[in-house]
């Protein structure tokens, strides 16, 4: 007990010196004693036969729904896995190495002078981290008290059509959530326990305040204000564009569309916020943030999938996605009565979808059944409801080269099968 408590005490100071850049200047202790060479030995036991999910009865599926955490998210580069690998073969201090990969992507997302980043568990994590370093700033006591607000402020201002599941994340801080949809709410409910404004990025066009009017009267009223951006690269931009439109905290996750480690997310913002932010954060124990554990070899990766991102040619991709869902629609349109239509979404998975319809009268078969029919094929294929359409929805970002042979393949079959 007592031993940890002084480690607690220690690591907490730690990172407080770590920021301070006062910690002595690391030796490189591992620098050559280690053989890179040893990663690739051959797996004998489980893992043997290169498909561990098989091993243990659980069936892969081809993913034509996006990068949705229930399924595992987005598939790294092996490039990133190779990066992650050397990252676990080291020990490093924690907090010291969140300050480096903060300054590196600070740098890297060329974002505005006074502002960093923090590689957090997810975009969750970061919008509970970021709220608690708000509300208790820098103060050991505090952060040691939460979710008891006694002493601190406990309002977050949200529009009511911005609320979704993940402002459990700001309200596990023990605030309460504020909802208000005008300018004059707005203004009405702004009052000295109002400690922020939450935006919800892929909201903007739900809620009558846009983007860049909720940080202008954020900015007239003095109060710190995050925007929840997780699922809204690409565009590329969109890492730098709040940041630079004055947000002072802005969430993205790492293992979406960025590809980066499947436990990873980006906590940008104001220095001394991201800091406070660290603070209510593993590795800190006594914390909110114990829970949201983030390990050396992610923090590694998220910059390594960062650089990766920002150097891949977003318009190519774009082209080879869509290229993928013409070739999809070329093989279904053979069954008579099945038509396509394209679209991108306007924001989070902002990337080419097709919507895939027919006539039930000619194709006896419900866009539900489709699915599930889909679902349990061999190889299966996962494909999802018609974002507010009608008919089935897919998109291409996800898919592994010659995927979508497959998924054209077993899609013109299960329709023929069905044809009256
Ligand atoms: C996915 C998502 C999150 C959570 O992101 P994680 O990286 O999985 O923690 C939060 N907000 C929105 C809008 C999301 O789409």
Same mark, same amino acid.
């Given at each position: 007990?007592?031993?940890?408590?002084?480690?607690?005490?220690?690591?907490?100071?730690?990172?407080?010196?770590?920021?301070?850049?006062?910690?002595?200047?690391?030796?490189?202790?591992?620098?050559?004693?280690?053989?890179?060479?040893?990663?690739?030995?051959?797996?004998?036991?489980?893992?043997?036969?290169?498909?561990?999910?098989?091993?243990?009865?659980?069936?892969?599926?081809?993913?034509?729904?996006?990068?949705?955490?229930?399924?595992?998210?987005?598939?790294?580069?092996?490039?990133?896995?190779?990066?992650?690998?050397?990252?676990?073969?080291?020990?490093?201090?924690?907090?010291?190495?969140?300050?480096?990969?903060?300054?590196?992507?600070?740098?890297?997302?060329?974002?505005?002078?006074?502002?960093?980043?923090?590689?957090?568990?997810?975009?969750?994590?970061?919008?509970?981290?970021?709220?608690?370093?708000?509300?208790?700033?820098?103060?050991?006591?505090?952060?040691?008290?939460?979710?008891? &607000?006694? $002493?601190? #402020?406990?309002? %977050?201002?949200?529009?009511?059509?911005?609320?979704? *599941?993940?402002?459990?994340? /700001?309200?596990?801080?023990?605030?309460?959530?504020?909802?208000?949809?005008?300018?004059?709410?707005?203004?009405?409910?702004?009052?000295?326990?109002?400690?922020?404004?939450?935006?919800?990025?892929?909201?903007?066009?739900?809620?009558?305040?846009?983007?860049?009017?909720?940080?202008?009267?954020?900015?007239?009223?003095?109060?710190?204000?995050?925007?929840?951006?997780?699922?809204?690269?690409?565009?590329?931009?969109?890492?730098?564009?709040?940041?630079?439109?004055?947000?002072?905290?802005?969430?993205?996750?790492?293992?979406?569309?960025?590809?980066?480690?499947?436990?990873?997310?980006? &906590?940008? $913002?104001? #220095?001394?916020? %991201?800091?406070?932010?660290?603070?209510?954060?593993? *590795?800190?124990?006594?914390? /909110?943030?114990?829970?949201?554990?983030?390990?050396?070899?992610?923090?590694?990766?998220?910059?390594?999938?960062?650089?990766?991102?920002?150097?891949?040619?977003?318009?190519?991709?774009?082209?080879?996605?869509?290229?993928?869902?013409?070739?999809?629609?070329?093989?279904?349109?053979?069954?008579?009565?099945?038509?396509?239509?394209?679209?991108?979404?306007?924001?989070?998975?902002?990337?080419?979808?097709?919507?895939?319809?027919?006539?039930?009268?000619?194709?006896?078969?419900?866009?539900?059944?489709?699915?599930?029919?889909?679902?349990?094929?061999?190889?299966?294929?996962?494909?999802?409801?018609?974002?507010?359409?009608?008919?089935?929805?897919?998109?291409?970002?996800?898919?592994? *080269?010659?995927?979508?042979?497959?998924?054209?393949?077993?899609?013109?079959?299960?329709?023929?099968?069905?044809?009256?």
């Amino acid at each position: 007990m007592r031993l940890n408590s002084k480690w607690n005490r220690r690591g907490f100071l730690g990172t407080v010196a770590t920021i301070a850049g006062v910690m002595l200047t690391p030796r490189k202790l591992f620098a050559t004693n280690r053989n890179a060479a040893g990663a690739s030995k051959t797996v004998t036991g489980f893992g043997q036969t290169g498909n561990p999910y098989q091993e243990l009865g659980v069936t892969t599926v081809i993913n034509c729904e996006g990068t949705m955490t229930v399924l595992g998210g987005s598939l790294p580069h092996p490039e990133l896995e190779a990066v992650m690998t050397m990252a676990g073969r080291h020990f490093v201090s924690i907090p010291e190495l969140e300050v480096a990969a903060g300054s590196r992507i600070a740098s890297m997302l060329k974002l505005p002078p006074d502002y960093s980043a923090l590689v957090t568990s997810g975009a969750a994590a970061a919008m509970q981290s970021g709220l608690a370093g708000i509300l208790t700033g820098g103060n050991e006591a505090l952060i040691r008290q939460l979710p008891d &607000l006694t $002493g601190m #402020k406990s309002e %977050v201002i949200i529009q009511k059509s911005h609320r979704n *599941p993940f402002d459990h994340q /700001l309200r596990s801080t023990g605030i309460r959530l504020v909802e208000i949809e005008t300018v004059d709410q707005f203004r009405a409910a702004v009052n000295e326990r109002t400690a922020m404004m939450h935006f919800s990025n892929f909201a903007n066009a739900a809620g009558q305040i846009k983007v860049d009017e909720w940080v202008r009267l954020a900015k007239q009223n003095n109060i710190p204000c995050m925007n929840d951006a997780a699922a809204d690269t690409p565009p590329v931009s969109h890492l730098w564009d709040y940041a630079n439109m004055g947000y002072d905290l802005i969430t993205f996750s790492g293992g979406k569309a960025i590809r980066g480690p499947q436990c990873a997310g980006l &906590l940008i $913002g104001r #220095k001394e916020m %991201v800091t406070n932010a660290l603070l209510n954060n593993s *590795p800190h124990e006594d914390t /909110l943030g114990r829970s949201q554990k983030v390990g050396k070899e992610e923090i590694i990766g998220m910059v390594k999938a960062l650089e990766l991102f920002l150097s891949e040619d977003h318009d190519a991709l774009a082209k080879q996605w869509q290229d993928r869902l013409e070739g999809v629609s070329r093989e279904i349109m053979k069954v008579p009565g099945v038509s396509t239509s394209f679209f991108v979404p306007d924001i989070a998975n902002h990337v080419p979808h097709m919507q895939i319809l027919w006539d039930e009268t000619r194709v006896k078969l419900t866009p539900e059944e489709a699915r599930k029919l889909l679902r349990a094929s061999k190889p299966a294929i996962v494909i999802g409801e018609g974002e507010e359409r009608p008919g089935l929805a897919m998109n291409s970002f996800m898919l592994q *080269p010659g995927e979508d042979k497959i998924v054209a393949e077993q899609l013109s079959r299960i329709l023929r099968e069905h044809v009256a």
